[in-house]
Nanobody, 123 residues
Framework: QVQLVESGGGLVQAGGSLRLSCAAS????????MGWFRQAPGKEREFVAA????????YYADSVKGRFTISRDNAKMTVILQMNSLKPEDTAVYYC????????????????WGQGTQVTVSS
């Protein structure tokens, strides 16, 4: 089993940056693909980015490609989402998730979820 705790959210102006962290616990963290999802008020949860167990492959939603970067450190059991050039439409609760299978944008494939961290981008 994997427990996930997100941090790093906050309020930032448009054009600014934030760095989200996801701290994991559990002996098998390095065998999980990891993903970030977000959910804005009144909207469904949507995929943001994912990274393979080794960190060698990444996958981004078109809406964040070129602005967000996902990375992981298996020794520290941490996943990072670096968010640059933030826009008001990036405002949402951001969730970290672990997937025992392959790299995917499907939320149904993820086995474990964190509680989320709020990101608010002002215009």
């Amino acid at each position: 089993q994997v427990q996930l705790v997100e941090s790093g959210g906050g309020l930032v102006q448009a054009g600014g940056s934030l760095r989200l962290s996801c701290a994991a616990s559990g002996r098998t963290f390095s065998s999980y693909a990891m993903g970030w999802f977000r959910q804005a008020p009144g909207k469904e949860r949507e995929f943001v980015a994912a990274i393979s167990w080794s960190g060698g492959s990444t996958y981004y939603a078109d809406s964040v490609k070129g602005r967000f970067t996902i990375s992981r450190d298996n020794a520290k059991m941490t996943v990072i989402l670096q968010m640059n050039s933030l826009k008001p439409e990036d405002t949402a609760v951001y969730y970290c998730a672990a997937n025992r299978g392959f790299l995917t944008k499907s939320s149904a494939a993820y086995d474990y979820w964190g509680q989320g961290t709020q990101v608010t981008v002002s215009s």
